[in-house]
């Protein structure tokens, strides 16, 4: 079966994502800082600060979708709920990022997120198809008032 180890996969993938998504936008964040760096007339302080607190916040939504890629490979069963909400909002995600990829930094992340982006919709597809002894054809219905015979 290929459904646990692209769970594991994607769910590496993003913890990684997590990490370096906290940490470039930190040292943006360092940057603009110490070159009192301005846009506009906004206060470098405050371009700071946004950066690292809107990087801790992204990191946290990549970790979050990194847990619920974890519980589908730890339990092998398909997501629920919470957890299929984030996966589906992380592949989106990086079909948007994928697209701003190709512009701003060259078509080698726009290829990565691409990927990332066909694990996430793999994980999610493989444990849609699977079928059970739950999803078997339905035995022969007896109609509302008639004795079932055995």
Not at 53 to 70: E, I, Q, S
Not at 72 to 79: E, F, K, N, S
Request: aromatic share 10%; net charge neutral; hydrophobic share 55%.
């Amino acid at each position: 079966m290929v459904r646990r180890p692209v769970a594991w996969v994607v769910a590496v993938i993003l913890f990684a994502e997590a990490f370096g998504f906290a940490a470039v936008n930190w040292l943006l964040g360092d940057v603009v800082h110490r070159q009192r760096m301005s846009l506009a007339g906004l206060d470098s302080n405050v371009m700071s600060t946004s950066s690292k607190v809107g990087g801790v916040v992204f990191g946290l939504y990549f970790a979050l979708c990194g847990l619920a890629a974890l519980l589908v490979a730890l339990r092998d069963r398909r997501p629920a709920g919470l957890g299929r909400v984030l996966l589906i909002s992380a592949a989106v995600v990086h079909g948007l990022l994928g697209a701003f990829a190709w512009g701003l930094v060259g078509w080698e992340a726009f290829l990565f997120m691409v990927v990332v982006l066909g694990l996430v919709v793999l994980l999610l597809m493989t444990y849609d198809a699977e079928t059970g002894p739950d999803d078997a054809a339905p035995g022969p219905v007896t109609p509302p008032g008639e004795p079932s015979t055995p």
